[in-house]
């Protein structure tokens, strides 16, 4: 899928993939963005499953975009969710890309500040905002300039 989006939604449209857990693409389909409300199973897997299938053809120099809001004032880190964030940490390891969270102000998502960058890899460059407009505009800031 070289010089492709991969997403092939239409712009904005969401969808569920699980009950708390929704995917829209942003951009013309070159960001990613994942809603997660809810940290249960079914829902971290649809998350995760979505991602690596919607990242699975990119060629390693085809950077992604993925917007993960976890804002939801409700949403926590289990170990179930740190698991398979691990995982996709460890997924496709020489692929770059660029990943933006948004978190709720909340004691608890100060420890998640910590974790996340803590899936470090040379490719991926990982930041974590308290706001939805910031993490999306650093998303588009990063995206290829076109013209």
Same mark, same amino acid.
């Given at each position: 899928?070289?010089?492709?989006?991969?997403?092939?939604?239409?712009?904005?449209?969401?969808?569920?993939?699980?009950?708390?857990?929704?995917?829209?693409?942003?951009?013309?389909?070159?960001?990613?963005?994942?809603?997660?409300?809810?940290?249960?199973?079914?829902?971290?897997?649809?998350?995760?499953?979505?991602?690596?299938?919607?990242?699975?053809?990119?060629?390693?120099?085809?950077?992604?975009?993925?917007?993960?809001?976890?804002?939801? /004032? /409700?949403?926590?880190?289990?170990?179930?969710?740190?698991?398979?964030?691990?995982?996709?940490?460890?997924?496709?390891?020489?692929?770059?890309?660029?990943?933006?969270?948004?978190?709720?102000?909340?004691?608890?998502?100060?420890?998640?500040?910590?974790?996340?960058?803590?899936?470090?890899?040379?490719?991926?460059?990982?930041?974590?905002?308290? /706001?939805?407009?910031?993490?999306?505009?650093?998303?588009?800031? /990063?995206?290829?300039?076109?013209?």
């Amino acid at each position: 899928m070289v010089n492709q989006s991969p997403a092939e939604n239409v712009e904005g449209v969401a969808e569920t993939l699980a009950p708390g857990a929704t995917f829209y693409p942003l951009e013309n389909g070159k960001i990613l963005a994942f809603t997660l409300r809810s940290a249960t199973r079914a829902a971290v897997d649809a998350w995760a499953d979505k991602i690596k299938a919607l990242t699975k053809d990119l060629e390693p120099q085809q950077p992604f975009y993925i917007f993960n809001d976890f804002s939801d /004032n /409700n949403f926590s880190l289990t170990p179930y969710l740190r698991e398979r964030i691990k995982e996709l940490g460890s997924w496709k390891p020489d692929q770059i890309g660029y990943i933006a969270v948004a978190l709720p102000r909340t004691f608890v998502n100060q420890l998640m500040a910590f974790f996340i960058p803590s899936i470090k890899r040379k490719n991926i460059e990982n930041r974590m905002f308290m /706001n939805r407009t910031q993490a999306l505009d650093w998303l588009k800031e /990063n995206l290829p300039k076109s013209g």
